[in-house]
C-alpha cells in the first residue's frame, strides 16, 4: 500500500528535525567548550541588548550562531505537532510524541536562556553552574527521546495497542513478565546519571585544563580541588555501569527478530562509547573530542530509546 502524503511528510520533517536538533545540541556543547557562551552579554534572547549586534566578536558570532540554529530548531517543533495532526489519525501516538517534542523544544530554550540571564557561562566557577549544566543535560535527553518517538510512530504508523498487551482476563508470558518495563527504566535511570556526570565532567576538564594524565589524576584529589574537580571520578564509574547494564539489556534481545537490528547498534554504540570515554582522558579531552564523545552519547541514547520502543511495541524497522 502507498504511503499517504502526509505521511511521509510527517516522517521526513520528524527524522530531519531530529537530525538538525542533534547538531544544535553539539553546536551547544561547542559554545561551552570555547568559553563563548557570555558571547551576547547576559541579555535573552536578544544579543547585548539587539537583535543584530555590529563588530561583534569571534565568541558573538558563535553564541549568535547557537541562538539562531535553537531558534529555527523551536520553529521546526511548533510545525512537527501540526505535521502530525495532518498525517495520522486521531489518537495516533505520534500526535503526543510531537507535542512532547514542542514541550521539551522550548523547555531547552528556556534553561538555555536561564543560564544565560544567570551568567552561569564562559569562566564561572560556581557549583549552581554544574546543576544547571546537569539539568540542561537531563532536558537534552528527554527532547531527543521525544524526538526519536516522533520519528518511531511515523514510521510505524500503525502502532497502537502495547506489545504483549493481554486480553481481558488473560495472564502476560511468563517471558514478558520477566523481563518487564524494569530493565529499560533501570537503563534510563544509568543514561540519566552518566550524563548529568559528565556534563559536569566536561565544565571541570574545560575550566581546569590539565598539562598531563597524571596532572589531570592528581587534580581530583588535591584537598583543595574544586567540586568539578573532586566530582569527575564519578563520570567513569556511572559509564561503566551503564555500559555493563546496557550491554546485557542489548545481548537478551539479539534473539528477538524485530529487536535484533536495534540491539545490534545499541552495543556497537557501548563498544564504541566505552572506548571514546578512555580516549577521551588520555587526550585530556580537546574539544574535538569533547564533540565526538558527546554526538555517539547522544546517537547511543537515541538507539536505547528506539530499542524500548520496538521492544514495547514490537514492530521491526521499516
Not at 79 to 87: C, D, E, Q, S
Not at 300 to 316: H, I, P
Amino acid at each position: 500500500m502507498r504511503e499517504p502524503e502526509g505521511a511521509r511528510a510527517l516522517r521526513r520533517f520528524a527524522v530531519g528535525l531530529l537530525v538538525y536538533s542533534l547538531f544544535v545540541v553539539l553546536w551547544g556543547a561547542y559554545v561551552r567548550a570555547s568559553f563563548s557562551g557570555d558571547g551576547c552579554g547576559d541579555h535573552w534572547p536578544l544579543c547585548h541588548g539587539v537583535v543584530l549586534p555590529h563588530q561583534a566578536s569571534t565568541k558573538t558570532l558563535i553564541e549568535l550562531a547557537h541562538r539562531v540554529t535553537s531558534g529555527l530548531a523551536l520553529i521546526g517543533a511548533l510545525v512537527l505537532p501540526w505535521l502530525a495532526r495532518r498525517g495520522s489519525p486521531a489518537g495516533a501516538p505520534v500526535r503526543g510524541a510531537a507535542s512532547l517534542a514542542l514541550l521539551f523544544m522550548v523547555s531547552e530554550a528556556l534553561v538555555g536562556g536561564a543560564i544565560v540571564i544567570l551568567r552561569k557561562v564562559a569562566n564561572d566557577l560556581s557549583v549552581a553552574r554544574g546543576y544547571w549544566m546537569a539539568a540542561h543535560l537531563v532536558n537534552t535527553f528527554l527532547l531527543l527521546a521525544a524526538l526519536v518517538a516522533a520519528v518511531f510512530f511515523a514510521a510505524h504508523p500503525s502502532v497502537r495497542a502495547p506489545r504483549h498487551a493481554p486480553a481481558s482476563g488473560s495472564t502476560p508470558a511468563a517471558s514478558d513478565a520477566d523481563r518487564g518495563w524494569w530493565p529499560f527504566a533501570l537503563a534510563l535511570l544509568l543514561l540519566l546519571l552518566t550524563g548529568m556526570t559528565g556534563a559536569v565532567t566536561a565544565l571541570g576538564d574545560t575550566l581546569f585544563p590539565a598539562e598531563s594524565f597524571s596532572a589531570s589524576f592528581a587534580q581530583e584529589f588535591h584537598p583543595g580541588a574544586h567540586p568539578f574537580l573532586r566530582l569527575r571520578v564519578f563520570h567513569p564509574i556511572a559509564a561503566l555501569l551503564s555500559a555493563g547494564w546496557l550491554a546485557y539489556l542489548g545481548g537478551t534481545r539479539l534473539e528477538e527478530r524485530e529487536q535484533r537490528r536495534p540491539a545490534q547498534a545499541l552495543l556497537a554504540l557501548v563498544a564504541l562509547q566505552v572506548a571514546l570515554g578512555f580516549a577521551n582522558m588520555l587526550l585530556l579531552a580537546p574539544v574535538w573530542m569533547q564533540l565526538l564523545h558527546l554526538a555517539v552519547a547522544d546517537a547511543l541514547f537515541m538507539a536505547f530509546v528506539w530499542l524500548a520502543l520496538t521492544a514495547r511495541y514490537g514492530v521491526a524497522a521499516p
